[in-house]
């Protein structure tokens, strides 16, 4: 029996940013599979496009939470990022 995803708001951020980019680049699941490939496990691509959080990710959140602090996710172009 396959392991249930375990879903947090954060992730399903994540996984809903991921597809608006796929679909405003025009990448499809096999394309973008293709683009990671020898870089990150497929399978675990497929999660995180799933919203799937992974005990790493919950694990950040929860200690950013007791701080009071927020991670979010914002494009590479964004004005705010400084290189």
Same mark, same amino acid.
């Given at each position: 029996m396959a392991e249930p995803l375990i879903v947090t708001p954060l992730s399903q951020s994540i996984a809903? !940013?991921?597809?608006?980019?796929?679909? !405003?680049?025009?990448?499809?699941?096999?394309?973008?599979e293709r683009m990671l490939d020898g870089k990150v496990n497929m399978y675990t691509v497929r999660r995180i496009r799933k919203g799937s959080s992974g005990c790493i990710l919950r694990s950040y959140e929860q200690l950013l939470d007791e701080l009071g602090l927020k991670l979010c996710t914002v494009p590479k172009h964004h004005p705010d990022i400084i290189d």
């Open positions: 809903n !940013e991921i597809a608006r980019q796929m679909r !405003e680049q025009h990448i499809g699941a096999m394309k973008l």
